[in-house]
């Protein structure tokens, strides 16, 4: 089967966390920095289907999931809905735990599921509720699959009303950096870990 956009489905969530991993570490393969290779999609993926389905849509062919794109339109709200019913049971399931100083990474997600950094300024928010995540794998990198995913989610977004869509990417993501920038993102912000970009819709 050639590959093919569609909405989400709930078989599609384990295919989504392994393209987390194979995807997370600024763009290339994370495997070898996490032990538990579920806690990057547990944060970074997993609770954008569960809490508004129809805003996640996948790329698939025979291999199953081989791209997606995660959102919400109301950054706050989900924030507040995290708190309330992904959190919790995650905080239980995975104590705060030192650093085992062996290169792994799981302490520093752990950490931040117990302290979540927190969301958007004030004005990012009102400007551009809506946010989101997207990953390819490899095999379907640089074909304008990210493109179509990016397209399809703006206009699901528009079709609801919303204004305007931001992101976090990491400095040395320069593709993803070159690729946002293609589709009019522009720069909003820089921070010690990457930059806020933004795109009104
Ligand atoms: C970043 C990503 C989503 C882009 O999707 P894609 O399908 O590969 O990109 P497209 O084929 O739609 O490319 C669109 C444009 O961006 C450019 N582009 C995409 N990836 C690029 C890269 N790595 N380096 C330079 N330019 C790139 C393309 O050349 C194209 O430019 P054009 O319009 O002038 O032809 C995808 O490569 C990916 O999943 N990468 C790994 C995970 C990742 O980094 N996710 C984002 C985390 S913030």
Known sequence: MAP????????????????????????????????????????????????????????????????????????????????ESWFPVLRAQHPRRPDPHDGTQDHVLVERIHDWPGGPTREVHERFPAHMHIDLDPRLQGQGWGTRLVH????????????????????????????YGKLGFELHERHD???????AL
Do not use: M
């Open 152 to 179: 399809t989610l703006a206009d699901a977004l528009r079709a609801r009303g919303v204004t305007g869509l931001h992101l976090g990417v990491d400095d040395r993501n320069a593709g993803a950096i070159t690729f």
């Open 4 to 83: 093919i956009i569609r909405p989400f489905h709930p078989s599609d969530l384990p295919g989504i966390y392994r393209l987390c991993l194979r995807t997370g570490e600024a763009g290339g393969d994370a495997t070898a920095l996490y032990r538990d290779p579920d806690l990057l999609a547990h944060l970074y993926a997993g609770p954008y289907p569960v809490a508004d389905p129809t805003l996640t849509f996948v790329v698939a062919d025979d291999d199953g999931v081989v791209g997606y794109i995660v959102a919400t339109a109301d950054t706050i709200a989900f924030e507040a809905w995290l708190e």
């Open 193 to 199: 870990w990457g930059r806020t970009l933004t795109l």
